[in-house]
């Protein structure tokens, strides 16, 4: 796992991103969602997870007064367990205290306990609960928030 880099994601990464992307969830970004989300929106910041030979996850979030909301964060399945998200997140916490955001927050599907155990060990706390938030399957959303300390 020593192996794991983080760094800024770029548009070469956006192919293997859209299949991490396909892997991990049933309603998946588009390329041009990326590419938007990159090159065109200034608020967005994304990073990349990458092994010696492949990217192995992803996650980015939207930078918003002094805010921070979690868009999404992906690992490779076959890499799922080892750290990578946790090295994810911590990647966006320190571009957030770099950045003099206070806080951050997520929406995480109410069934995926695996996301919510991670955002629980890294001390994101839920707060509360949007009904009905996925439209693919009106599951509804747990959203948490963390204080990020300096």
């Known amino acids: 796992m020593n192996s794991i880099v983080i760094r800024n994601m770029e548009s ?3 192919d293997n991103i859209l299949e991490l992307e396909n892997m991990s969830f049933s309603t998946p970004w588009s390329k041009e969602s990326f590419i938007k989300e990159i090159k065109e929106n200034k608020l967005a910041r994304y990073i990349v997870a990458k092994n010696d030979t492949k990217i192995v996850g992803y996650g980015g979030m ?7 909301h979690i868009t999404n964060i992906a690992v490779h399945p076959e890499y799922r367990g080892e750290g990578v998200g946790t090295k994810l997140l911590n990647g966006l916490v ?4 770099e950045m003099m955001i206070k806080r951050m927050t997520l929406e995480v599907r ?4 695996p996301a919510i155990k991670l955002y629980k060990n890294n001390d994101f706390v839920e707060v509360g609960i949007r ?3 996925y ?3 009106n599951e509804d959303a747990i959203i948490m928030w963390k204080e990020v300390l300096f």
């Open 94 to 97: 320190e571009i957030s205290k």
């Open 131 to 133: 009904p009905g938030y």
């Open 12 to 14: 070469e990464d956006i």
């Open 110 to 113: 109410k069934s995926n306990d």
């Open 62 to 68: 939207w930078l918003i007064l002094d805010e921070a």
């Open 135 to 137: 439209s693919d399957t």
